[in-house]
């Protein structure tokens, strides 16, 4: 079973950077498409960035394209989230999530990210 875990989230003034970590534990992590999710105060889950297996292949949502960048090392069972450029409406709590083929089957418990304006 793969367990994710969070951490890199804080507070950060408008135009900062931060750099998210999903660090992995067991064995068919290597397998797993990984994706960034994010959900602010009174606000629906939204996706913000996925990457493949390989690491290959990346998406974006298109509030974070060109701020955002996703990547992954699989040597170190770590998925990365480099934010730049921050906005206030970057504000939520952001989450990881992987799976086999795009049906994301385990989740971390969420990381705050806080920019103020």
């Known amino acids: 079973q793969v367990q994710l875990v969070e951490s890199g989230g804080g507070l950060v003034q408008a135009g900062g950077s931060l750099r998210l970590i999903c660090a992995a534990t067991?064995?068919?992590?290597?397998?797993?498409?990984i994706g960034w999710f994010r959900q602010a105060s009174g606000k629906e889950r939204e996706f913000v960035a996925s990457?493949?297996?390989?690491?290959?292949?990346?998406d974006y949502a298109d509030s974070v394209k060109g701020r955002f960048a996703i990547s992954r090392d699989n040597a170190k069972n770590t998925v990365y989230l480099q934010m730049n450029s921050l906005e206030p409406e970057d504000t939520a709590v952001y989450s990881c999530?992987?799976?086999?083929?795009?049906?994301?089957?385990?989740w971390g418990q969420g990381t705050q990210v806080t920019v103020s304006s």
């Open positions: 999530a992987g799976g086999l083929t795009g049906k994301y089957s385990a």
């Open positions: 067991g064995r068919t992590f290597r397998m797993y498409g």
């Open positions: 990457i493949s297996a390989s690491g290959g292949s990346t």
